[in-house]
Structure formats: structure tokens, C-alpha cells
């Protein structure tokens, strides 16, 4: 399975009104990418899925893509 990136990211955190840098952790059926895909840190996951929930319940992010 490759990685998303292949260096590390430079977002050390993750804000869920920057929704164009969570678009790029969303597969195309709108599922956030799994720890070995995205090549982050358990805690750096955890943020990820965070900010990406947050993006959702505000209507910035789709809960699925069509």
C-alpha cells in the first residue's frame, strides 16, 4: 500500500476551517485515510479525524462524496 505523502506533512496542526488541506485526507468516497496511508503519528490521527469531524458538522466537508 503506498503512502499518501511520501515526506512528512508540514501541518503540525490541523484546523478545521482549512478545509482544502483535510480534502487531501478524505478518499473519493469521503472516508478519512487510514494512519498508514497518510504516514502520521497516532496523536497527529486522532487530530486529523477531529478537525475533519468538526468540517463536516459545519458543512465545510461532505460526510460522502456522490
Known sequence: ?????????????????????????????GQIESRKKTGLREHEQRRLAIAIKRARHLALLPFISN
Open 1 to 29: 500500500m503506498a503512502k499518501i505523502f511520501k515526506y512528512k506533512t508540514e501541518a503540525a496542526f490541523f484546523d478545521y476551517k482549512d478545509f482544502k488541506t483535510l480534502q487531501r485526507y478524505i478518499n473519493q468516497f
